[in-house]
């Protein structure tokens, strides 16, 4: 489905014939969108610094989360904060084709693109009062989060974990393939220029980049530098380029993807198994403390569904030929039964590379100051924050394996988007490919109960609070308990000096964003459902003369954009500006709705056209309109039939609306009538043969003969293959 389709055509909320079932759906689709539209004006406004987020907050905004305490200037980048809000609001307004939406995410993206380093990555927050305040943040409340060792030392680089760098540009991808808006190119060039010179030359990430090697812990190594599938580092920024080159068609993308998916095969054991890092020496190694130098059954899982994937991309069956190894390892080292608390897991977290038995992690101490991990074969006392055990479902990878080894070379990569082939899917890439980070929200069947619930959740101030958020300990200086206890060993949290997340049990009230994107993303998908049975849609945006719905079309005159605080629209003079473009949006549709968000100027020509489309069988449409001497217009709404030469012209003089404001205007073709619409509501209806509309073009604020010239400005021009009533207007 293209973005394109995914944008809800907005209809009118007056058509008699609609039954009553239809009308209440409506109802609650405009309650939806009404509820998305509160909670973000409530978010953005009263909750977001500079346009970004952190995950949790007070409900007075004393004291802010995100995956550790935030000062007030900071914003999150990692899943939940600021580059998630950023692509939930983006979906948004690729349904509801609400432009509030997509201006909250241009903010989210200025916020990524203050936030960039020099080099083009990410950290995994922002600080907005600079490395002055960042350094004194790592110095204390990072420093003292025990279990949280990658905050506890300040790189000043950035960081491919948590999906951090690879999403944020993923983000900024999508910002620019939305309007392909020049301003975001700068920013995107840099973050895929970070993403292909930190990759190792055989095809290896590492975990942050530019390579640091100045924090060693406890005897260990600085693994920042080491090749990472922790995370899925090396898999996102794979995706990652396969959607740039999707997109943006570079082949200078190929040989980085290649070299990233041969990587898989490098380092992958003589067992079949994986780590989820490894040296410089490759071989397999620990991280932080509590993850051991060991194979890790979950990647080695993980990665043999990757190697699938894989050969349906490339065809070649080295992919294929170690994934029984893989299995077959798996299998062997699979949890004693007295070990899987009866069948909650089948698996180590972490198994010898030597005699492949099970590791497993615990911790002594209360602080980061004095405490300490360790690993030996005991299942028991386990860490809370790494349980030490997985569950994994072997049998859906032996039979996807046999289902996809099965294919031919030819069959497994019929569809990959990096074997040459012409691009035959609707409309262009830029606008066929959805690049959300959350798959779900495109497919996930809603009921009505969930979207009630979700609507009626909303508080007074248009909050969606929730209780039992994660919070920690207010910073109060480097731990002083040294005793080697066992009262922390399986808890979130040491004691009071440990700046560790935890979950808060209590009554307290917190304003979450990761619960705003998920009910906006609920909301979402059920307003996309209701929306499928209309899935062709069109919407321009009219903010530049020289590109207007993904054409250049044929500029009559010199009309000229102009800005009214966030918004956009074009200009025309009424004597010899016009728009002409080479293809009616609406052809091949047997119903259809046109609407044109417009401001007629008061002292125009008196009957000026400003759409205008014909086809090569002359069927013919305009919406015009008809000045009178006192600054008022009515509407005329024609369509003729080419091959019966029959027009019908919808028009009533006594229906007078005020010059220089704003008005939406819609004309309507359900199949059998014809309807006009101004502002919502129905002024004329008319019985009507129609049939579909061919190749052709279409004009905007003048005829197609260069006739009946339009003053005034044009904002939005939508389409919509449905008549269906829609909320916005």
Same mark, same amino acid.
């Given at each position: 489905?293209?973005?394109?389709?995914?944008?809800?055509?907005?209809?009118?909320?007056?058509?008699?014939?609609?039954?009553?079932?239809?009308?209440?759906?409506?109802?609650?689709?405009?309650?939806?969108?009404?509820?998305?539209?509160?909670?973000?004006?409530?978010?953005?406004?009263?909750?977001?610094?500079?346009?970004?987020? @952190?995950?949790?907050?007070?409900?007075?905004?004393?004291?802010?989360?995100?995956?550790?305490?935030?000062?007030?200037?900071?914003?999150?980048?990692?899943?939940?904060?600021?580059?998630?809000?950023?692509?939930?609001?983006?979906?948004?307004?690729?349904?509801?084709?609400?432009?509030?939406?997509?201006?909250?995410? $241009?903010?989210?993206?200025?916020?990524?693109?203050?936030?960039?380093?020099?080099?083009?990555?990410?950290?995994?927050?922002?600080?907005?009062?600079?490395?002055?305040?960042?350094?004194?943040?790592?110095?204390?409340?990072?420093?003292?989060?025990?279990?949280? $060792?990658?905050?506890?030392?300040?790189?000043?680089?950035?960081?491919?974990?948590?999906?951090?760098?690879?999403?944020?540009?993923?983000?900024?991808?999508?910002?620019?393939?939305?309007?392909?808006?020049?301003?975001?190119?700068?920013?995107?060039?840099?973050?895929?220029?970070?993403?292909?010179?930190?990759?190792?030359?055989?095809?290896?990430?590492?975990?942050?980049?530019?390579?640091?090697?100045?924090?060693?812990?406890?005897?260990?190594?600085?693994?920042?530098?080491?090749?990472?599938?922790?995370?899925?580092?090396?898999?996102?920024?794979?995706?990652?380029?396969?959607?740039?080159?999707?997109?943006?068609?570079?082949?200078?993308?190929?040989?980085?993807?290649?070299?990233?998916?041969?990587?898989?095969?490098? @380092?992958?054991?003589?067992?079949? /198994?994986?780590?989820?890092?490894?040296?410089?020496?490759?071989?397999?190694?620990?991280?932080?403390?509590?993850?051991?130098?060991?194979?890790?059954?979950?990647?080695?899982?993980?990665?043999?569904?990757?190697?699938?994937?894989?050969?349906?991309?490339?065809?070649?069956?080295?992919?294929?030929?170690?994934?029984?190894? /893989?299995?077959?390892?798996? $299998?062997?080292?699979?949890?004693?039964?007295?070990?899987?608390?009866?069948?909650?897991?089948?698996?180590?977290?972490?198994?010898?590379? @030597?005699?492949?038995?099970?590791?497993?992690?615990?911790?002594?101490?209360?602080?980061?100051?004095?405490?300490?991990?360790?690993?030996?074969?005991?299942?028991?006392?386990?860490?809370?924050?790494?349980?030490?055990?997985?569950?994994?479902?072997?049998?859906?990878?032996?039979?996807?394996?046999?289902?996809?080894?099965?294919?031919?070379?030819?069959?497994?990569?019929?569809?990959?988007?990096?074997?040459?082939?012409?691009?035959?899917?609707?409309?262009?890439?830029?606008?066929?490919?959805?690049?959300?980070?959350?798959?779900?929200?495109?497919? $996930?069947?809603?009921?009505?109960?969930?979207?009630?619930?979700?609507?009626?959740?909303?508080?007074?101030?248009?909050?969606?609070?929730?209780?039992?958020?994660?919070?920690?300990?207010?910073?109060?200086?480097?731990?002083?308990?040294?005793?080697?206890?066992?009262?922390?060993?399986?808890?979130?949290?040491?004691?009071?000096?440990?700046?560790?997340?935890?979950?808060?049990?209590?009554?307290?009230?917190?304003?979450?964003?990761?619960?705003?994107?998920?009910?906006?993303?609920?909301?979402?998908?059920?307003?996309?459902?209701?929306?499928?049975?209309?899935?062709?849609?069109?919407?321009?945006?009219?903010?530049?003369?020289?590109?207007?719905?993904?054409?250049?079309?044929?500029?009559?005159?010199?009309?000229?954009?102009?800005?009214?605080?966030?918004?956009?629209?074009?200009?025309?003079?009424?004597?010899?500006?016009?728009?002409?473009?080479?293809?009616?949006?609406?052809?091949?549709?047997?119903?259809?709705?046109?609407?044109?968000?417009?401001?007629?100027?008061?002292?125009?020509?008196?009957?000026?056209?400003?759409?205008?489309?014909?086809?090569?069988?002359?069927?013919?449409?305009?919406?015009?309109?008809?000045?009178?001497?006192?600054?008022?217009?009515?509407?005329?709404?024609?369509?003729?039939?080419?091959?019966?030469?029959?027009?019908?012209?919808?028009?009533?003089?006594?229906?007078?609306?005020?010059?220089?404001?704003?008005?939406?205007?819609?004309?309507?073709?359900?199949?059998?009538?014809?309807?006009?619409?101004?502002?919502?509501?129905?002024?004329?209806?008319?019985?009507?043969?129609?049939?579909?509309?061919?190749?052709?073009?279409?004009?905007?604020?003048?005829?197609?003969?260069?006739?009946?010239?339009?003053?005034?400005?044009?904002?939005?021009?939508?389409?919509?293959?449905?008549?269906?009533?829609?909320?916005?207007?």
């Amino acid at each position: 489905m293209t973005a394109t389709s995914r944008i809800k055509c907005i209809a009118l909320l007056a058509i008699g014939y609609c039954n009553v079932v239809f009308a209440q759906q409506s109802t609650l689709s405009q309650q939806a969108e009404q509820a998305m539209l509160k909670a973000t004006r409530f978010m953005s406004e009263n909750v977001s610094t500079n346009g970004g987020y @952190v995950w949790y907050y007070l409900p007075d905004l004393s004291r802010r989360w995100g995956e550790m305490e935030a000062y007030k200037t900071m914003i999150w980048v990692q899943d939940g904060g600021t580059v998630s809000v950023g692509h939930m609001l983006l979906d948004a307004y690729e349904t509801t084709g609400n432009e509030y939406f997509y201006q909250q995410a $241009e903010r989210a993206g200025a916020a990524m693109i203050w936030g960039q380093s020099n080099e083009g990555g990410w950290n995994y927050l922002i600080d907005f009062a600079g490395d002055r305040s960042l350094k004194k943040w790592y110095a204390t409340i990072g420093k003292n989060a025990w279990r949280l $060792e990658e905050f506890q030392h300040y790189y000043g680089n950035s960081t491919y974990d948590d999906d951090v760098t690879s999403d944020a540009a993923r983000f900024l991808l999508r910002l620019y393939l939305q309007k392909l808006d020049p301003r975001y190119k700068p920013a995107l060039d840099k973050a895929i220029d970070f993403v292909l010179k930190s990759q190792y030359p055989n095809g290896g990430w590492p975990q942050r980049y530019p390579l640091k090697h100045d924090f060693n812990k406890a005897g260990h190594p600085d693994y920042s530098s080491f090749y990472t599938f922790n995370d899925d580092v090396i898999w996102e920024n794979v995706l990652f380029l396969i959607q740039c080159y999707e997109t943006l068609g570079d082949s200078r993308f190929l040989e980085p993807i290649y070299k990233g998916m041969n990587f898989y095969l490098l @380092v992958q054991g003589k067992n079949g /198994a994986w780590g989820q890092q490894y040296n410089m020496n490759m071989q397999v190694a620990g991280a932080r403390t509590y993850e051991p130098a060991g194979y890790v059954p979950r990647y080695t899982f993980n990665n043999c569904l990757l190697l699938l994937k894989f050969y349906q991309y490339t065809g070649d069956r080295k992919f294929l030929a170690h994934i029984p190894d /893989a299995i077959k390892w798996l $299998e062997k080292v699979r949890l004693p039964e007295r070990m899987t608390q009866n069948g909650k897991y089948t698996h180590p977290l972490f198994v010898d590379p @030597v005699t492949d038995k099970p590791m497993f992690v615990h911790r002594k101490g209360s602080n980061v100051i004095y405490g300490y991990y360790y690993k030996d074969t005991s299942d028991a006392n386990l860490l809370s924050h790494m349980p030490g055990k997985s569950n994994l479902d072997l049998q859906h990878l032996k039979t996807e394996y046999a289902k996809i080894s099965a294919l031919s070379p030819k069959e497994a990569s019929q569809h990959s988007p990096l074997i040459p082939a012409p691009f035959d899917a609707t409309g262009t890439p830029q606008a066929f490919y959805h690049l959300s980070r959350v798959e779900h929200a495109e497919n $996930e069947a809603v009921s009505e109960t969930r979207v009630k619930a979700i609507i009626d959740g909303l508080d007074s101030q248009n909050r969606w609070l929730v209780k039992h958020a994660m919070k920690s300990n207010p910073y109060a200086g480097d731990g002083e308990r040294k005793e080697a206890t066992d009262a922390y060993a399986s808890t979130n949290v040491g004691d009071t000096t440990d700046t560790s997340p935890y979950r808060d049990l209590s009554d307290q009230e917190y304003i979450s964003t990761p619960e705003y994107i998920r009910n906006m993303q609920v909301l979402i998908s059920y307003l996309r459902s209701n929306n499928k049975a209309s899935d062709k849609n069109v919407i321009w945006h009219l903010n530049d003369p020289k590109q207007v719905g993904g054409f250049n079309p044929v500029v009559l005159g010199d009309p000229i954009t102009k800005v009214e605080g966030n918004d956009s629209s074009i200009y025309f003079n009424g004597i010899t500006d016009g728009l002409v473009l080479p293809e009616i949006p609406l052809a091949g549709w047997s119903h259809f709705t046109i609407e044109v968000l417009f401001k007629p100027d008061s002292d125009g020509p008196v009957a000026p056209r400003f759409v205008h489309f014909e086809d090569s069988s002359l069927n013919r449409g305009t919406l015009e309109l008809r000045l009178t001497k006192d600054k008022q217009w009515y509407l005329d709404g024609f369509l003729k039939n080419g091959k019966t030469k029959k027009g019908i012209t919808l028009i009533d003089s006594t229906k007078l609306h005020p010059a220089d404001s704003w008005h939406r205007v819609a004309l309507v073709y359900d199949g059998k009538k014809m309807y006009t619409f101004i502002d919502g509501k129905k002024e004329g209806e008319s019985d009507m043969d129609f049939p579909l509309v061919t190749k052709g073009n279409i004009s905007l604020g003048v005829r197609l003969n260069k006739k009946d010239w339009f003053k005034g400005q044009i904002r939005e021009v939508r389409f919509c293959n449905s008549v269906k009533p829609l909320a916005g207007i």
